[in-house]
């Protein structure tokens, strides 16, 4: 069955940079679009960024645009996020999601999502 | 940016009872672009309805989704135990958004 666990979270001072993972399996990971989404505490849900099966195309929020970088590779199954510049308002559970479209290179829904791991930006 | 405001904010009714949640967009979802998912505490969201109307895999018929343009809506026929929870929409027409969500808890 897929799975998406993520990893890489934890408490981190404003202006300095995390990476996050999410490592996938039970599905052919290079065949697929990828999300991060995010969840303040207490807020709703909030998308972040979207990469295309091969990584050629991607997507960002305004709100981490020029921050925040994501990346994948193929060859280990593997999801990254690359925050950099961090802010308090960042602070929030990161997750991984699946976008449903072979071969997509567009962003659309979500089929499966990961728990998530904490990120907590404070000084 | 496509705003989608979901009401009402918590829906508080008894199992076997009928949900009707409403997510209105601040401008029209370009080919019914809209999703609906379930969350429940401690887990992660599940995908109810994509394209406004088509249920995803595995999810039972007393889920319906609904509408066009601006105003849509995700029906519960008749409430299962299981089914409490808070319950988001997102429409994929343009960017992606979310709305703030609706909690539907036992009265």
């Known amino acids: 069955q897929v799975q998406l666990v993520e990893s890489g979270g934890g408490v981190v001072q404003p202006g300095r940079s995390l990476r996050l993972s999410c490592a996938a399996s039970?599905?052919?990971?290079?065949?697929?679009?990828m999300h991060w989404v995010r969840q303040a505490p207490g807020k709703g849900l909030e998308w972040v960024t979207f990469i295309s099966y091969d990584g050629t195309n991607k997507h960002y929020a305004d709100s981490v645009k020029g921050r925040f970088t994501v990346s994948r590779d193929n060859s280990k199954n593997t999801l990254y996020l690359q925050m950099n510049s961090l802010r308090s308002e960042d602070t929030a559970v990161y997750s991984c999601?699946?976008?449903?479209?072979?071969?997509?290179?567009?962003?659309?829904?979500?089929?499966?999502w990961g728990q998530g791991t904490l990120v907590t930006v404070s000084s | 940016e496509i705003v989608l405001t979901q009401s009402p904010g918590t829906l508080s009714l008894s199992p076997g009872e009928r949900a009707t949640l409403s997510c209105r967009a601040s401008?029209?979802?370009?080919?019914?672009?809209l999703a609906w998912y379930q969350r429940k505490p401690g887990q992660a969201p599940r995908l109810l309805i994509y394209d406004a109307s088509s249920r995803a895999t595995g999810i039972p018929d007393r889920f319906s989704g609904s509408g066009s343009e601006t105003d849509f809506t995700l029906t519960i026929s008749r409430l299962e135990p299981e089914d409490f929870a808070v319950y988001y929409c997102?429409?994929?027409?343009?960017?992606?958004?979310f709305g703030g969500g609706t909690k539907v808890d036992i009265k």
């Open positions: 401008q029209s979802v370009s080919s019914s672009y």
């Open positions: 039970g599905f052919t990971f290079r065949s697929y679009g």
């Open positions: 999601a699946r976008d449903p479209t072979l071969w997509g290179y567009d962003s659309n829904y979500f089929d499966y």
């Open positions: 997102q429409q994929y027409g343009s960017s992606l958004t």
